[in-house]
Nanobody
């Protein structure tokens, strides 16, 4: 069994910063990629950032403001969010594509952490 749990969301003023964390735990053999997605009310889930090894990928809307990083020893991924805009308001979800101990490839999602941007 694998769990993916996000934390770090909250209410921040425009221009403020947050750091989100996501830890994967359980019967994990190896993790291929970890990433962050977000879903604003009434909108579809969109990719924010992905990391695979040393390779990162960002949505155009967050480039230069968001930074994804990873601690492989802890199976944890982080998202440093700077210069928050009101349009960044969303529930942020962590995603992990991995190989379980039984060597089955699976994708897991966290339950999300709310990021609210308001003055």
């Amino acid at each position: 069994q694998v769990q993916v749990v996000e934390s770090g969301g909250g209410l921040v003023q425009p221009g403020g910063s947050l750091r989100l964390s996501c830890a994967a735990s359980g019967s994990i053999f190896t993790i291929f990629t970890m990433g962050w997605y977000r879903r604003a009310p009434g909108k579809q889930r969109e990719l924010v950032a992905l990391i695979a090894g040393d390779t990162t990928n960002y949505a155009e809307s967050v480039k230069g403001r968001f930074t994804i990083s990873r601690d492989n020893a802890k199976n944890t991924v982080y998202l440093q969010i700077n210069s928050l805009k009101t349009e960044d308001r969303a529930v942020y979800y962590c995603n992990a594509a991995l190989l379980t101990v039984s060597r089955i490839r699976k994708v897991y999602w966290g339950q999300g952490t709310q990021v609210t941007v308001s003055s």
